[in-house]
């Protein structure tokens, strides 16, 4: 759907409520596209970050001696 913008100003709140069950709305200023109106779809709720690598590394010796081994550096 496309509509003028003098329009989209005069039917704004019946627009919102059509775009639930609708397409796309594209907003025309002199005929030209300035933007797009699309329903609202909320984020996807996926793994949090934290915590997501829980168990994928390992603990190898006592991580609170010191280490003695000695590091070559060039």
Do not use: Q
């Not at 329009?7 to 907003?27: A, G, W």
């Amino acid at each position: 759907m496309e509509i003028n913008a003098m329009d989209f100003k005069n039917e704004c709140l019946e627009i919102l409520n059509r775009i639930h069950h609708s397409d796309d709305v594209i907003i025309l200023k002199d005929g030209i596209p300035v933007a797009k109106l699309v329903r609202y779809a909320p984020p996807r709720r996926g793994a949090s970050i934290i915590g997501s690598m829980t168990g994928v590394g390992e603990t190898v010796g006592d991580l609170t001696e010191p280490f003695d081994d000695e590091w070559e550096v060039d």
